[in-house]
């Protein structure tokens, strides 16, 4: 076993040989651009890319043509939202969204607010999943787009995706998700789930960095889109810009190794999951998991380690790659908005950790962050105030703190 | 973030973790901050009422590492200082012993705080100890 031990796929995965050695030859001999439509390298490359958009799109359950491709999955969701809110300006002017929402969403919907669109941020439950009934009562008849999530990047919880598709096909709204810890992890048909885009990002799925995917149905309804760049027109006028051809292959092959592998390799992970959960709730107290486990990524676990904090606790795992929800670790020194959103009060949060398995790891590697975060645990609350406090019967809620 | 390694010393190996009798005269507790802001910090004092020196000095404490090695460095420097030398200790000095980074100096400024807490809570119970004394 090698250290330091990633755990830490929700924020990127390792490149997976398979997509380098696909990518390589696009570097080289095959370095034409796929716009070039009088020579063979121009053809080669555009062969290449027409085939990592047969393979994207084979992995979704949606057409060739309906994939277009950008620099990632906060340009796609960019490109999603703000494409459909300029293009459908004159149907109405409000949007849908909810509070667990990647910033790449959140951000863009801010931007949109402030050019006189309306948005509603819906809470979630204390599951972490949208309730369905309010997003009914929310959509108006100046709703032109509803756009939640497929997987929670933080705490891995599945939203209702299917039940979200219909109620917007019935109300006759455009229904955009981003999926980009769903894709290749879970099975996801955007015809099932009646989506009409969706972000995908190529670095989540064992794929090169900067190189994304929008999924834009072109049947019933056709969505159309405002480009968000200007240029030659590429991606059929809605994404200009010469195509990262080694990436789209890269993308497209990692796609395929998913689509062949994902039903095992997700049984896999989840064996090692629920491993981890296990051990971690039998030996230690006081420990909670943030979301539902019912629906839920197979490879997330998020729980909240009370009384330890998260970063000190990142500091006693140095040689294991996690993240955690405490504030000490944010660029804002804010604890998670994902966590607050769900309930989770803020001293909980402060000791949240997020474990993200992916395709390289081992049962090896689980066993040894099991045992190397116990012992951590064990050893930062025999430091904390907290732990001895909740161990004397003190009901920390009622405590008056001198906050500072 | 790369921890300075002072910082990393005094977490791998925090000296005077522990509590002391809280309810003990010659005993000062200072706990400040707030499970909610993600910094605890438990300090003790116990001094000789004669000498008036800190003899002994715990802590527990909620937070980062710089945070859990402010408090450690902090009860290394109380013991052996008299009371009032105690009240010198400036967070400056933490930062500076630690090489704290800026987003670390509120640790060091609740490390001071909670010096000076557990000093207080002390003067208190003496003050009280010597009305009561006085009334009798």
Known sequence: MKLPIYFDNHATTRVDPRVVEAMLPYFGEHFGNAASRNHSFGWEAEEAVEKARKQIAELVGATSKEIVFTSGATESNNLAIKGVAEMYAERGNHIITAATEHKAVLDTCKRLEKEGYRVTYLPVQGNGLVDL????????????????????????????????????????????????????????????????????????????????????????????????????????????????VPGIVGLGEACAICNREMAEESKRLQGMRDYLRKKLETELDEVFINGTMEHHLPHNLNMSFAYVEGESLLMGINDIAVSSGSACTSATLEPSYVLKALGVGDDLAHTSIRFGLGRFNTQEEVEYVANRMIETVRKLRELSPLYEMAKEGVDLSKVQWAAH | MAYSNKVLDHYNNPRNVGSLDKNKANVGTGMVGAPECGDVMKLQIEVNEQSGI??????????????????????????????????HIKNTDIVNELSLPPVKIHCSVLAEDAIKAAINDYKKKQGTRSESAVAQ
Not at chain 1, 195 to 210: E, F, N, Q, R, V
Request: proline letters at 3%; one cysteine or more; glycine letters at 12%.
């Open chain 2, 54 to 87: 800190i003899e002994e000095a715990k802590f527990k404490t909620f937070g980062c590492g710089s945070a859990i090695a402010s408090s450690s460095l902090a009860t290394e420097w109380l013991k052996g200082k008299t009371v009032d030398q105690a009240l």
């Open chain 1, 133 to 244: 009934d309010m997003l009914r009562e929310a959509i108006t008849d100046k709703t032109i787009l509803v756009t939640v999530m497929y997987a929670n990047n933080e705490i891995g919880v599945l939203q209702p995706i299917a039940e979200i598709g219909k109620i917007c096909k019935e109300k006759g709204v455009l229904f955009h998700t981003d999926g980009v810890q769903a894709v290749g992890k879970v099975p996801v048909n955007v015809v099932k789930d009646g989506i009409d885009l969706m972000s995908i990002t190529a670095h989540k799925i064992y794929g090169p960095k900067g190189v994304g995917a929008l999924y834009v149905r072109r049947k019933s309804p056709r969505v159309q889109l405002t480009a968000q760049m200007d240029g030659g027109g590429h991606e059929r006028g809605m994404r200009s810009g010469t195509l990262n």
